[in-house]
Every structure is written in C-alpha cells, then in structure tokens.
C-alpha cells in the first residue's frame, strides 16, 4: 500500500469510446502526477499537477485530458485513443513539486489501459 | 535534454552480489534516485543520493559520483524477492525527474 491508490486496474477500450482513470491519494502530498510506462521504455512524464494547478504539459496528445479537482485527486479522460496509447499509466505524487531536494515520488499500482 | 543509459537484464543466483549501473547526462543535477517494480506493481523509492558517495540501507546500497555522472546500485546477498525492475532517476535543473528504461533482476536459485 503506498498511499496512492488507482481505478480501475485494467480496461480495454474500444478507439471510439470515452473512458477516465482515477487516481487518489492518502498522504496529504501537493503535487500529483501521470507517467506512462511502455514495455522496455522509460518512464514518461504526461501531466504534473501543484497545489491543483497544471504546471507540466509535456507535448502530450490533447487525446488525454487530465483534471484535479483538488490535490487529493487526479482524473485522467480518455478520448478516440490509438492502439499505441495501450500501455500502463501510472499516477504518483509528491509533498511538493519545483523544489531541489526530497519529492520523493510516491506511485500508484498503474491502470493497465488496452486500446483495440 | 536528459539522458540515462542503465543494463536492461541482469541474472543472478541467490545469495550473489549485483551492481547496476547508471550514467547520465543532464542539464542541472540534483539527485539520483533508485526505485524498484515488481512485476504488476507500483515502482517503490529505494535511495537517494545528492552527494558523492556511498549510502547504505540494509542489504541494498547506492553511489554517486557527480564527477563522472555516474551511480549504480549495489543489491547484496540477493534474495528470490529481489527479481525486479528498479530505475534510475536523475532530477535535473527544473527540478523534474527523469527515468532510465529500467534493468530487470532476475533471481535464479
């Protein structure tokens, strides 16, 4: 259990459909995030979200819609997606985010996301 | 832009030492860290490292040199539960993380 909790855990979707992963998390952290994890890839960076503002859009399709409607909780919407967004999309977060020292990150088990 | 070059498979018996290395290139540097991913997990920090050096922590241990841009991460008398994927990450001058591609430990008894 590491405070950051996700649903669903898996879900398939057609390319048509409009779906949405949540992300909570318990440990009253200021900065909240969504990472894609592809097989034998790094992790890449989607959305960081700071005291509930947007402060990192990193060249990500408009596909992806994330919100947070308050620092406990991240959404990200799902829309006409492609075959290659199928991956896992991790959500984490921090106690702060812009600052050089700590943030550890702390993630989500990840949504497993299938696209057909 | 960032950089970091990490194994991507390792193989080791039980009870053995591995080393995985991670060099880096970066604008601005503040840290390397290390997590670790269990098969359908969540990746989970291990260490950090801001200074040059060692640290320690139980059988697992993590070095830097800045000087050379390079750490690795020291895993000790290895254990079945230790078959992994752990990362390195760097955070660099926006004071962003960015990930390696992750080595895979595989365990063998």
């Known amino acids: 259990e590491t405070g950051v909790t996700q649903t669903p855990r898996h879900l398939v979707m057609g390319m048509t459909n409009k779906k949405s992963l949540k992300c909570e998390q318990h440990?009253?952290?200021?900065?909240m995030y969504w990472y894609k994890q592809s097989a034998k890839k790094p992790l890449e960076l989607m959305f960081v979200y700071s005291l509930e503002e947007r402060v990192e859009n990193n060249s990500v399709p408009s596909r992806f819609s994330p919100e947070c409607p308050n620092s406990s909780h991240l959404f990200l919407h799902l829309h006409t997606l492609q075959p290659e967004d199928s991956a896992l999309y991790l959500c984490?977060?921090?106690?702060?985010?812009?600052?050089?020292?700590?943030?550890?990150?702390?993630f989500g088990e990840g949504s497993w996301l299938t696209v057909v | 832009g960032q950089s970091l070059e990490q194994p991507s498979e390792v193989t080791a018996v039980e009870g053995a030492i591995v080393q995985i290395n991670c060099t880096y290139q970066t604008s601005g540097f503040y840290g390397l860290s290390w997590y670790q991913q269990h098969d359908g997990g969540a990746p989970t920090f291990l260490s950090y490292?801001?200074?040059?050096g060692l640290e320690e922590t139980g059988r697992f241990s993590s070095f830097l040199s800045r000087s050379d841009s390079y750490g690795y991460l020291l895993l000790q008398e290895l254990q079945m539960k230790d078959s992994a994927s752990y990362f390195c990450a760097v955070r660099d001058h926006d004071y962003k993380l960015s990930f390696g591609a992750g080595t895979t430990v595989t365990v063998r008894a």
């Open positions: 984490a977060s921090s106690q702060e985010y812009g600052t050089p020292t700590g943030n550890t990150i702390y």
């Open positions: 440990l009253g952290h200021n900065a």
């Open positions: 490292n801001a200074l040059d």
